[in-house]
Structures are given as structure tokens and as C-alpha cells.
């Protein structure tokens, strides 16, 4: 297992500390965007993007000029009204940019299809209340079967590009929650598996010199801990250890199924949307050209 | 290119409406979905279509009418937007600020008159049409739609030099519903019509006006001079066709034109591309010239029709003609004919 990337907020003094590692940077305001990617190019550690949880819709943020070049992982609450978004469409297409946007907001799923369509890479997050589950179902349908040119819709995309039965598929990474790939520090330099970890002061390590090899992570008692949790599930005979869509779900919602019902649906049909894909793309298509 | 009805919410109630069984008049009406809008933009790209027609009902009462045209422009399409005019204030406000993301030739209005004085007009609509007008002259193609043979044009020529309307002028005549009553020109009436309109030609050259025909005009009504001046003052002959429209309804549904619309309808989701489509209803249009070659009996034998440079009327005339006939007609067509309610014609599958 490869060193997972650090998360960490745009502290020039922890970003010193740090030497050889890849960040992903976490900024508050999308002004900051720019200089925290500065920051960490001109330190001896790699960019891994920068993150920003905006909250102001889409359509009001100005896509500076200092973005160009940046990898950029941007939160919003909302898209905004399309004709506020209209102009900066071709903007947001030429950046090196995804938009995440939470789905349990329905103008989010159809907001999630309009970016796509128009060519804007984005992703769906399941961190607040219950989706509209038909209509999640509807959007995945259409992330990975239509058959004109869009942009990926993750976490589907990264779903079906990775699935391979009998195997589980971890999708948490294109969210920045997996900690195989992605722990989180704080700015003293304190490593939690999860934002939410993180922010609830549930660390693993108080320094993250302390994780200074795959050696120090892989028998870490807290991420075996992670995996020992989704094996309890079948213990208790919880409803999602009899679930067709286990293998892409892994238990991610079992905590709110009383509140979510429908996710076992989604993800059962979720499998059989990635058959049909993988069936579409095995007959021979000539590629259509992107066309916006 | 195809047409997309983005409400079937109206503001009128023209009398000669053959959209009617498509509208809903009051109420709230049923608009596309933006779900739907995209998977329209996906299937037009898949056709190699860039140009899509937006319809009502009034297409503006659609509430996020400004955002569609603006996601439609978005995905590359050129735009026909046929309006009656009567859209609400805060969305002519907008889509003018929005105008300026429409260059060239992308957006066009084809707005729909008509006379104060023959066609009472619907409440507000004077000074709301005023308005639009105003705001939007220079985009907009005036269209008439001939349901009487007294019509008069004379506040067209009028309405085109106040507003700088573009000097061409859409003229459609109302056509029957077939299964349903409605205002519409007989075949017996064309020949009279066609000499008002070439009575017209003094205005038409003073304003430098072209006029272009929508579907169902027979090239045979007009005289070889009437054909003549409008090839000279339109620079090309005038086509005399009857074609699919390709309407798509709010709910995706899809069907040949508005008087057809009970007609062999289908669902969009049912075809893979607009030539699928096209190739559709071309064939039953064909299974009804078979059967009726056109609105005249001399349409059997006319050579204009053969070469296909006249369809001999409109094919909702043939389909009205045959409702009243006995049941001798292929079985596809009377079929259609029970779908639009015909007695006595049962579905036989």
C-alpha cells in the first residue's frame, strides 16, 4: 500500500514540516485556492489538488485566472440558476476542476446531469440526509450508460471503472474518505482517518512523522478497526449483509438506513447498469468526438 | 429539426387552433422537465442535429424558459423560439439581459399574429405582443396563420416597419384535426385565398417583405404569373410541402405535426436518432398518399406531386377525408383512424 495522501489545511508551517509527501490542500474561501497551491509547489511536496468547500452556489463564484493549472476539488452547496452558470461553463470546462455536490437535493441530481452533460467532471456525496433514490437511480443511470460524450459523474464513474466481481469496490477516495489513500491532518500535524474523525478530535496519530511509512499504516489497529466494523454488519445480520449491493456499497450508509431507505435498490441496480456498460463498450463504437 | 413544446400552457384561445388537443388552456399545465431537456440535447447531438425548434402552447411560460434557451445554446444548438409573444415581464427581462449569449444566427423568434380586428384578441395580449415586439424586433420572423379567406395583412406590414421586424414573413394556413372540430381552410377555398395574398404584392414589394409557406399550401392553387412574381421577389421557388413537423411533447411523447398528433403516436424514447424518426412517419405519411394522393382529384395524376415539388395539401385533409369514408382503407390507417376516435373503426390487432 502506497503513502496515502495528506489532507491538511494550507498552513505554510505545517506544510514545512513536511518533505516528500503528496497534499491535497484544504482552503476555506476559493480566493485562497491559488496561493495554498503556490504554497505547496514551492515546498518540497507534491500537489495533489486543492480542496474547497465553498458556500456560495456555483453560478456566484468568480473562476479566477489564478486557477488555470490548479487541481481543484470544489464544494457547493448548490449550482445556482442556469442562467447565472451559463457563462462560466466554458470556464469551468477548460479548468482542471470537479464540482461536488451533496445529493439529497434534488436541484442537485439535475444540477449533477446539466455540469456532466455540458462537459463539467463532477461528483455526487452522500455525507447529509436521504437522496431522491429514483432519481439518484435515474442520474447513475445516465453517468454511465449514455451514450453521448459527457463528463464523469463520480462516485458512478469510479464505481463502474473499478468494479470487478467477485471483488468490493472502495469508492470513498473520490471523496477524499478512504484512508487508504487519503488520512487528514489538522494544522498541528494530528492524522485522523476521516474529516469527520478529524473534526470529532478522533485521531491516530498525534504527528504525522509518526506515519512516516505504509509499514506504520496497514496493521495501524484503527484502520484494521475500520475493516473489522463492515464484517460486524454480517454478525449482526444487519440488512446490508443481505444486500445484492454489498460489493459496491460496502456498508457506507448502514448507519442511516432507517432515514435512507432505497439505497439497497439503487446499488442492485447500480450492478446491473455496470453489466449493461461493460456489454455497451465491449461492441465495437467508433468514438464520437466531444462536441460541446 | 425537431420541435420541442416546452408547456402546453397557452395564453390564447385562436380560433383556428389546431393545437388545441395538445394545450391545456387554464391550469398549470405540464412542462419539460430538465431531465427531459437533456436527454432531447443528448438525442438531437446523436442525430447530428444542431438546430431545434422550442413550442407551446407559449413557450415562454415555461418558468425557467431563460435557463433552457441558454442550456440549449450551451450544447451547440441553433434555436427557433415560436412564440405567440405573450411572455411574462420578468422573463422578457431576462432574456434580454441574456440576449447577448446568442450570436449570429443561434436564436430566432417566429412570432405567431394575429389581426386585432378579424381575431379578438386575448386579454393583455395587445400591450404584452406590444412589448415583446419592442424588446426583441430585430429577432423575431412574423408568422400569420390564414384560417379565413377575408384575412387581411395590412397590420403585419405595419408591425414589421415599427418593430424592424426581419423582412420575411411565415404564412401557414389552419389545417382540420382530423376527429376533432376546429377552424380550418377547406381545399375548396385555397384558389381564393392565394389570389388575396397575391393581391398583397404591392405591400410585399414596397416593404420588401418575402413571404415563405409554412406546410400544406397546393402549388396548383396558384397561377404560373402568382408562382412567378413570388420566385422573383422571394429569389428561389416556393416550396409547397408537407412534412413531418416532429413534435415532442412535454412528456417526451412524440407524434408527426399538430393535427396529427393522435396520429401514430410514439415516445421518443422508442427511436435511436431524428432520422429514425423522420424515417417513421415519412413511411406512414406515404401509406396515406397511397391510398389519397392529395386534397384534389387531379393530385392522382399531377406531375408537380410526383416530382415532389407540391405534397398535394397536407396530409391531416387526407386523414379527415378518409374518417368519413367506409372502412376500405389499408389497415395501418385505420388503425390510426380508431386512434383518433373514429366510430366504427376498431383497432384489428
Not at chain 1, 438506513?257 to 461492441?283: H, K, N, Y
Request: proline content about 8%; glycine content about 8%.
Amino acid at each position: 500500500m502506497p503513502l496515502p495522501t495528506l489532507v491538511c489545511p494550507d498552513a505554510p508551517g505545517l506544510i514545512e514540516r513536511l518533505h516528500g509527501r503528496t497534499l491535497a490542500v484544504r482552503v476555506d474561501e476559493p480566493e485562497a485556492i491559488a496561493g495554498a497551491a503556490r504554497g505547496v509547489r514551492s515546498s518540497d511536496n507534491e500537489l495533489c489538488c486543492v480542496i474547497c468547500d465553498a458556500l456560495r452556489p456555483l453560478a456566484d463564484l468568480d473562476l479566477r485566472d489564478d486557477w488555470d493549472g490548479v487541481p481543484i476539488a470544489l464544494g457547493v452547496p448548490e449550482a445556482g440558476r442556469f442562467r447565472d452558470l451559463a457563462p462560466s461553463i466554458p470556464r469551468l470546462r477548460d479548468l482542471d476542476l470537479r464540482v461536488y455536490l451533496a445529493a439529497d437535493r434534488p436541484d442537485n441530481l439535475v444540477a449533477l446531469r446539466l455540469l456532466s452533460s455540458l462537459g463539467v467532471p463532477c461528483c455526487a456525496t452522500f455525507a447529509g440526509g436521504a437522496p431522491d433514490w429514483a432519481a439518484l437511480t435515474d442520474l447513475m443511470t445516465y453517468a454511465l450508460l449514455a451514450s453521448v460524450p459527457h463528463a464523469p459523474i463520480d462516485p458512478f464513474e469510479h464505481i463502474a471503472d473499478h468494479y470487478e466481481p467477485p471483488f468490493a469496490t472502495e469508492w470513498g477516495a473520490t471523496c477524499f474518505a478512504d484512508p487508504r489513500c487519503y488520512l487528514h491532518l489538522d494544522e498541528e500535524g494530528r492524522v485522523a482517518l476521516a474529516r469527520s474523525e478529524l473534526l470529532a478530535g478522533v485521531v491516530i496519530a498525534e504527528d504525522v512523522a509518526d506515519i512516516a511509512d505504509e509499514a506504520d499504516l496497514v496493521s495501524h489497529p484503527a484502520l484494521v478497526e475500520r475493516a473489522v466494523r463492515r464484517l460486524r454488519l454480517f454478525e449482526q445480520d444487519h440488512p446490508c449483509a443481505r444486500c445484492p449491493g454489498w460489493r459496491v456499497c460496502l456498508g457506507t450508509l448502514a448507519d442511516s438506513l432507517d432515514t435512507a431507505p432505497g439505497c439497497a435498490a439503487f446499488f442492485t441496480e447500480m450492478l446491473d447498469v455496470i453489466d449493461q456498460r461493460r456489454d455497451q463498450r465491449s461492441r465495437d463504437r467508433e468514438p464520437v468526438k466531444w462536441r460541446p | 429539426m425537431a420541435n420541442l413544446l416546452l408547456t402546453n400552457r397557452c395564453l390564447r384561445a385562436c380560433p383556428y387552433c389546431f393545437a388545441g388537443r395538445e394545450l391545456e388552456p387554464g391550469g398549470r399545465g405540464t412542462s419539460v422537465s430538465w431531465e427531459d431537456a437533456v436527454y432531447v440535447a443528448d438525442f438531437l447531438f446523436r442525430s447530428g442535429e444542431d438546430r431545434l425548434a422550442l413550442l407551446g402552447g407559449e413557450p415562454m411560460l415555461h418558468p425557467e424558459f431563460v435557463d433552457l434557451l441558454l442550456y440549449f445554446r450551451a450544447r451547440g444548438l441553433h434555436l427557433t423560439v415560436f412564440t405567440s409573444g405573450m411572455g411574462p415581464a420578468a422573463t422578457l427581462r431576462a432574456l434580454e439581459a441574456h440576449l447577448p449569449a446568442f450570436d449570429g444566427d443561434t436564436l430566432q423568434f417566429v412570432c405567431n399574429l394575429n389581426d386585432p380586428e378579424q381575431t379578438p384578441p386575448a386579454r393583455g395580449e395587445p400591450a404584452r405582443v406590444h412589448r415583446f415586439l419592442t424588446a426583441f424586433g430585430p429577432w423575431v420572423m412574423p408568422a400569420f396563420t390564414i384560417y379565413r379567406p377575408d384575412f387581411r395583412l395590412e397590420f403585419l406590414f405595419d408591425l414589421i416597419g415599427q418593430h424592424g421586424l426581419t423582412r420575411h414573413l411565415r404564412l401557414g394556413v389552419a389545417h382540420p384535426v382530423p376527429g376533432a372540430p376546429s377552424r380550418h381552410v377547406s381545399p375548396a377555398q385555397y384558389r381564393e385565398i392565394a389570389g388575396r395574398l397575391c393581391s398583397y404584392r404591392p405591400l410585399f414589394e414596397r416593404f420588401r417583405v418575402k413571404p415563405g409557406f409554412d406546410c400544406g399550401f397546393p402549388m396548383c392553387q396558384f397561377t404560373d404569373a402568382q408562382l412567378g412574381w413570388l420566385q422573383r421577389l422571394c429569389g428561389e421557388a416556393a416550396r409547397f410541402e408537407c412534412g413531418a413537423a416532429i413534435d415532442i411533447a412535454p412528456d417526451m411523447s412524440l407524434y408527426h405535426c399538430f393535427p396529427l398528433s393522435r396520429f401514430q403516436r410514439r415516445s421518443l424514447y422508442e427511436f435511436d436518432t431524428l432520422a429514425d424518426v423522420n424515417r417513421f412517419y415519412d413511411r406512414l405519411r406515404d401509406d396515406l398518399h397511397a391510398e389519397l394522393p392529395g386534397i384534389f382529384e387531379e393530385c392522382d395524376d399531377c406531375i408537380q406531386r410526383r416530382e415532389g415539388s407540391c405534397a398535394g395539401g397536407g396530409a391531416c385533409h387526407l386523414m379527415s377525408r378518409m374518417i368519413g369514408e367506409a372502412s376500405v382503407r389499408l389497415p395501418e390507417i385505420d388503425r390510426a383512424l380508431a386512434d383518433v376516435g373514429v366510430p366504427g373503426r376498431a383497432r384489428t390487432d
